[in-house]
């Protein structure tokens, strides 16, 4: 059974930062997308980094580029969400999530959360000003 399971949130002050990780269970990890997603409450979820199977390409949202940076270690089935220079604006529950992708796929990104299957439970990102 697959698991993507997050860790690494947590309070931190408005400019500060934090590093997420993605543990993803199973043995084919590299032939998986992985996006990082948030939720605040009463918000709807909301991509934030995406990057490909292969590593080569990422994508963020607007809100986050520049400070955000997406990454994945295929060799330990992980990705990580490096958060610098953290805005109260970024509180949230944040996500990660997986998608299968097929041969000549190597190098997108999908953004919308219909396009990933696969989900961890979250963790908690709480910024104070």
């Known amino acids: 059974q697959v698991q993507l399971v997050e860790s690494g949130g947590g309070l931190v002050q408005a400019g500060g930062s934090l590093r997420l990780s993605c543990a993803a269970s199973?043995?084919?990890?590299?032939?998986?997308?992985m996006a990082w997603f948030r939720q605040a409450p009463g918000k709807e979820r909301e991509f934030v980094a995406g990057?490909?199977?292969?590593?080569?390409?990422?994508d963020y949202a607007s809100s986050v580029k520049g400070r955000f940076t997406v990454s994945r270690d295929n060799a330990k089935n992980a990705a990580y969400l490096q958060m610098n220079s953290l805005k109260p604006d970024d509180t949230a529950a944040y996500f990660c999530?997986?998608?299968?992708?097929?041969?000549?796929?190597?190098?997108?990104?999908?953004?919308?959360?219909?396009?990933?299957?696969?989900w961890g439970q979250g963790t908690k990102v709480t910024v104070s000003s």
């Open positions: 199973g043995r084919t990890f590299s032939s998986y997308a």
């Open positions: 990057i490909s199977r292969s590593g080569g390409s990422t």
């Open positions: 999530a997986r998608r299968r992708a097929m041969a000549g796929e190597d190098g997108r990104v999908w953004t919308g959360h219909h396009d990933y299957d696969y």
